[in-house]
């Protein structure tokens, strides 16, 4: 199963990855996490000792000039490669605790063209290959835009959820994601409401999203606040909310698995099919 999550800032996108990470591992899935969030904080969140020491993949220079075929990833690039090999790269740079595997991404250089830069085609294609071509169950904590997510990766995503808060703010980006979202042929996107203190404020998010799909409501939990504040990250099973977490897993695990795929496109399928 592969899932992505994304949501406004704050809403509890990291939470809700860590979250279904330890809960699917729990489950005796092989769960892989990505933290394709710029603000990476995942793995701190999932108790990843010197979780601050953990390089991003992007900042990995000489490997990302090996592997495009570039001397000089701050020149003037006339030519690289459109299908690095990638394959190698989740075993070799991931990390590991409590049964969980993690990459980091870290924060692609913007503006002047940086969708074309090496370091972007080079993420995108790792994230390609560790949706399309992994059978692990992958959780990817993506920002509030979507823009890692190209038109061929979004296609192995199964679910992209959608993190609310009772909140119009949060509201509003929800509509927006789920637009740029299905213009890119993501069919399942549904939402999960987040620190929901109330009935009215669960009835307040039913409303302001008529017509979506809502797998879950979780509540605002102290635990889960204060968690933030210690170098421990969260436990899921310490948590209180355990039926509300659940239940988000259950509906995951019943809707979400799609009909067998066609045949995962190689990259340079990939490459000629939807860039
Ligand atoms: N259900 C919840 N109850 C209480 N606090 C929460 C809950 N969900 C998230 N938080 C807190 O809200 C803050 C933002 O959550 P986070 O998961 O980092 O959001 P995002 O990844 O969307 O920016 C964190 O301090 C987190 O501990
Ligand atoms: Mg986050």
Redesign the pocket.
């Given at each position: 199963m592969k899932i992505a999550?994304s949501?406004?800032?704050?809403?509890?996108?990291?939470?809700?990855?860590?979250l279904l990470a330890q809960l699917f591992r729990q489950a005796g899935h092989r769960v892989f996490a990505i933290d394709a969030?710029p603000?990476a904080?995942?793995a701190a969140?999932l108790g990843f000792p010197q979780a601050a020491g953990i390089t991003p993949i992007v900042e990995m220079k000489e490997l990302i000039k090996e592997r495009m075929g570039v001397d000089d990833l701050n020149g003037v690039i006339t030519y690289f490669k459109m299908n690095p090999q990638v394959d190698d790269l989740p075993e070799k740079y991931c990390v590991e605790h409590k049964g969980i595997r993690l990459m980091v991404m870290g924060e692609v250089r913007k503006g002047g063209g940086g969708c074309a830069c090496p370091e972007n085609t080079f993420l995108r294609e790792l994230l390609a290959h560790l949706l399309w071509e992994r059978e692990d169950t992958v959780i990817v904590?993506l920002e509030?835009g979507i823009e890692h997510l190209g038109r061929g990766t979004a296609q192995a995503v199964d679910v992209l959820l959608v993190?609310v808060e009772p909140d119009l703010r949060s509201i509003e980006t929800a509509g927006k994601i789920k637009r740029l979202a299905t213009d890119l042929g993501l069919r399942k996107v549904w939402a999960v409401g987040?620190?929901?203190g109330s009935e009215e404020e669960q009835e307040f998010i039913e409303r302001q999203l008529a017509g979506w799909k809502i797998i879950g409501f979780?509540?605002?939990?102290?635990?889960?606040?204060?968690?933030?504040m210690t170098e421990g990250g969260?436990e899921v099973e310490q948590l209180a909310?355990q039926k509300e977490i659940k239940a988000v897993l259950k509906a995951l695990e019943s809707g979400a698995s799609a009909p067998p795929r066609a045949k995962a496109p190689g990259s340079k399928t990939l490459q000629r099919r939807f860039r």
């Open positions: 999550i949501g406004k800032g704050g809403t509890g996108k990291t939470t809700l990855a860590a969030d603000d904080n995942l969140t904590d509030a993190v987040n620190k929901v979780l509540p605002y939990q102290r635990e889960i606040a204060a968690s933030a969260l909310a």
